[in-house]
């Protein structure tokens, strides 16, 4: 089933939010675990521990002589996480991982669904990258559907 929608979250001190349970119930419906990884646009994305292997599994199928793949592959692996959901469905972000999305603590995030992950968004950068790109969305539907 593909993650859709978008849900805004508070973000505590303890870098804590929670998970809608639209997102629990795909990404981790038998278990609480997911990994969070750096994504693009200083997003981060949110995989099922299943999607996270299959990415995996295409990363090791690319060229790792190249520089940039090297680089990619070390900021990705070690900047993710294997994180567990409270009981209340919550999670606690690293502050690597809060740093790299220019997270404010006590302030709002947007959880988007984006088909096999989510992404997690300051909530003013994700108003920022909605008023740059969304001008030129027929042209980009246009192009994602040649």
């Given at each position: 089933?593909a993650l859709t929608g978008s849900y805004g979250r508070s973000f505590d001190e303890k870098h804590r939010f929670?998970?809608?349970?639209?997102?629990?119930?795909?990404?981790?419906?038998?278990?609480?675990?997911?990994?969070?990884?750096?994504?693009?646009?200083?997003?981060?994305?949110?995989?099922?521990?299943?999607?996270?292997?299959?990415?995996?599994?295409?990363?090791?199928?690319?060229?790792?002589?190249?520089?940039?793949?090297?680089?990619?592959?070390?900021?990705?692996?070690?900047?993710?996480?294997?994180?567990?959901?409270?009981?209340?469905?919550?999670?606690?972000?690293?502050?690597?991982?809060?740093?790299?999305?220019?997270?404010?603590?006590?302030?709002?995030?947007?959880?988007?669904?984006?088909?096999?992950?989510?992404?997690?968004?300051?909530?003013?950068?994700?108003?920022?990258?909605l008023q740059r790109h969304a001008a030129d969305f027929d042209d980009m539907a246009t192009q994602a559907f040649?």
């Amino acid at each position: 089933m593909a993650l859709t929608g978008s849900y805004g979250r508070s973000f505590d001190e303890k870098h804590r939010f929670a998970l809608p349970k639209k997102f629990r119930e795909i990404l981790c419906p038998t278990e609480s675990e997911i990994v969070i990884a750096p994504g693009t646009e200083t997003s981060l994305s949110i995989y099922s521990l299943t999607e996270f292997e299959r990415i995996g599994q295409k990363l090791t199928e690319k060229s790792t002589n190249r520089r940039e793949t090297l680089t990619y592959l070390r900021i990705f692996y070690s900047q993710a996480e294997h994180l567990t959901l409270d009981s209340q469905g919550r999670v606690r972000l690293p502050e690597r991982l809060v740093k790299f999305a220019q997270m404010k603590p006590k302030g709002e995030l947007m959880l988007l669904g984006v088909h096999d992950h989510c992404e997690i968004w300051d909530r003013e950068l994700w108003d920022q990258f909605l008023q740059r790109h969304a001008a030129d969305f027929d042209d980009m539907a246009t192009q994602a559907f040649e």
